[in-house]
């Protein structure tokens, strides 16, 4: 079946995920997508994969905003598809801008967003509900930090800390008595996550005010992912997967599994917090570890591509039983590597 043809603007077409959304959007094998990226950055590598590419400033700045409406304006696009969580809740904040323009936007849910991005907020909101959590505290200072510490078993056991708001493994470190830097310095990359908890009290002694971190139980287990759509508090398809390998803190190998338990688990985070489009929550030892409120590092087939089937939902394309019939097609036989390539150019 042949659909009519769509036309995107695509916002973070630099970030890891943009070139295999761009790459799987345009294969959906029923509609031709124009794609008109977005970036901060000029040489992202949607600018040259997309069918034309604007800069914007950063998500955080004013000047975003009426940035992106311009790029809207101009190109008259049916949808608005954001890709960034440094994005995604100002531009839900400000549907209505582009909406104005004839635009669909595929972020809502504001407060969802907030509570989602800020990893202390989601986890209070959470603990309302029966969904397995990580101990955890919120030190104000560094002596309560050492003292929680060793509340959740430091030295003992390892525990674990980070700050709400970040992206990347940023500020993520694990606390261990059993730290062997000769080791580490010979044998180990560059990028260690280990630290002992008098290295960090060294660190943080005297700064003030200290920073704003959660100490948590570390759980020395598998991280799975539960990927989504959703409407309205409401999961409509979802794929899961784990997180094979990690370089820099980027995941780097996944593959698709089957565990109806999380996805459960999933379902009643969604409803509880009222999350909109797409969403990865992210579980550990069947654990609610983080929410990521934007689209993902997806375990694409060629036939079950969240992304696009969230495109068609949002359009009105899909029905319940088109949902159901796009949802029994997921193989857990899918396996998905990340790996670098290169572009070049003459300015």
């Known amino acids: 079946m042949t659909l009519p043809p769509l036309k995107l603007v695509l916002t973070a077409v630099g970030c890891p995920g943009a070139s295999t959304l761009v790459r799987m959007l345009k294969a959906n094998g029923e509609r031709e997508i124009s794609i008109h990226g977005v970036d901060m950055r000029a040489d992202a590598i949607g600018r ?43 531009v839900a904040r400000h549907r209505g801008v582009f909406e104005a323009l004839g635009a669909k936007v595929l972020a809502d849910g504001v407060n969802g967003i907030e509570t989602a991005g800020d990893k202390a907020l989601m986890h209070a909101a959470c603990s309302q509900i029966a969904v397995p959590q990580p101990g955890l505290l919120l030190p104000r200072s560094l002596g309560e930090f050492v003292a929680g510490a060793r509340e959740l078993g430091y030295p003992d056991v390892p525990v674990c800390f980070k700050p709400p708001v970040a992206k990347g493994s940023r500020g993520f470190r694990i606390l261990s008595a059993e730290v062997d830097r000769v080791h580490e310095l010979l044998h180990e990359r560059p990028i260690n996550r280990y630290m002992t908890l008098p290295e960090l009290e060294s660190l943080f002694r005297g700064v003030e005010p200290f920073p704003r971190l959660m100490l948590m139980e570390y759980v020395d287990a598998p991280e799975i992912t539960v990927d989504l759509f959703a409407d309205k508090g409401e999961m409509v398809f979802h794929q899961t997967r784990t997180r094979e390998e990690f370089l820099t803190g980027l995941a780097m190998a996944f593959k698709t599994i089957d565990r109806p338990d999380l996805v459960e688990l999933s379902r009643q985070v969604v409803r509880h917090l009222q999350l909109d489009y797409f969403q990865s929550i992210q579980w550990i030892g069947g654990k609610l570890l983080e929410i990521n409120p934007r689209v993902s590092t997806f375990v694409y087939q060629e036939d079950f591509i969240i992304p696009y089937l969230g495109i068609k939902y949002a359009l009105g394309e899909l029905d319940a039983a088109g949902v159901a019939l796009a949802q029994s097609r997921v193989r857990f036989s899918r396996r998905s590597v990340r790996y670098y390539d290169q572009v070049f150019w003459d300015e």
Not at 64 to 81: M, T
């Open 48 to 90: 040259f994969l997309c069918d034309g590419f604007d800069l914007v400033p950063a998500g955080a700045s004013p000047g975003f905003i009426p940035a992106l409406a311009a790029v809207v304006e101009r190109v008259r696009p049916d949808l608005l598809f954001v890709q960034s969580s440094h994005e995604i809740e100002v």
